[in-house]
């Protein structure tokens, strides 16, 4: 399956975000690389908001709020922990906000030609005036782009020689053992693609996570 293994990795995180929207709340999880010695816990979660913080937020309307941030470190247990929010960790963007049916995905993809190679992006609450009709307009288009190169070359570590890489994690796919609690394996995400129509945000899930 061309994976890779929590060895082959620095310090392997997934992230979740649970975002408060003007239609209910949805998830986004977000799987990272930190390529850097960790010496206080707490910059694992620190970390994860700025990821937020510097990606997600900078593509959402003004009204979304970061309800919940949970985090996985896979070297450790596939158990998620909380991490801190602020009544500040809202979305940077003006005007009003599409609605549930109308989300913008990124595709994050790996590469490979298989079914476990691309993983939605979900940024709910984009600008209403990015899209017509349930397509993206050249602006929406423009800018989500635009973002999506942004948020790579921010999370481009093995090409970039940067502090985080981008993947998606895939856990219980392999058997539980002492090393490796989750089952968990990982691919690198190679690159993101932008679709040019909008769709329906998945129904938020609670419960246990991951």
């Known amino acids: 399956?061309?994976?890779?293994?929590?060895?082959?990795?620095?310090?392997?995180?997934?992230?979740?975000?649970?975002?408060?929207?003007?239609?209910?709340?949805?998830a986004q999880d977000i799987s990272v690389d930190i390529r850097i010695l960790i010496q206080h816990p707490g910059s694992i979660p620190a970390i994860g908001r700025q990821i937020w913080l510097g990606g997600i937020a900078t593509a959402i309307s003004r009204d979304v709020s970061l309800s919940a941030l949970w985090y996985v470190r896979w070297r450790a247990a596939p158990l998620s922990f909380p991490g801190?929010?602020?009544?500040?960790?809202?979305g940077r963007q003006g005007g009003t906000p599409a609605g549930k049916a109308h989300t913008a995905i990124v595709m994050m993809h790996t590469g490979h030609a298989d079914n476990k190679a691309a993983r939605g992006l979900y940024l709910p609450s984009t600008p209403l005036s990015w899209q017509s009709g349930g397509m993206l307009t050249s602006r929406g288009w423009d800018a989500l782009l635009s973002w999506a190169q942004g948020f790579k070359m921010g999370l481009a570590g093995s090409e970039l020689g940067g502090d985080i890489q981008h993947l998606i994690a895939y856990p219980g796919i392999v058997p539980a053992t002492v090393d490796n609690l989750g089952?968990?394996?990982?691919r690198r995400v190679t690159h993101l693609k932008v679709l040019q129509y909008t769709d329906k945000a998945p129904d938020f899930q609670g419960g246990l996570w991951p």
């Open 183 to 186: 089952g968990v394996l990982f």
């Open 1 to 26: 399956m061309s994976m890779l293994e929590i060895g082959d990795l620095n310090e392997p995180v997934s992230y979740r975000y649970e975002m408060q929207t003007p239609w209910g709340l949805v």
């Open 84 to 90: 801190m929010t602020t009544l500040f960790d809202r």
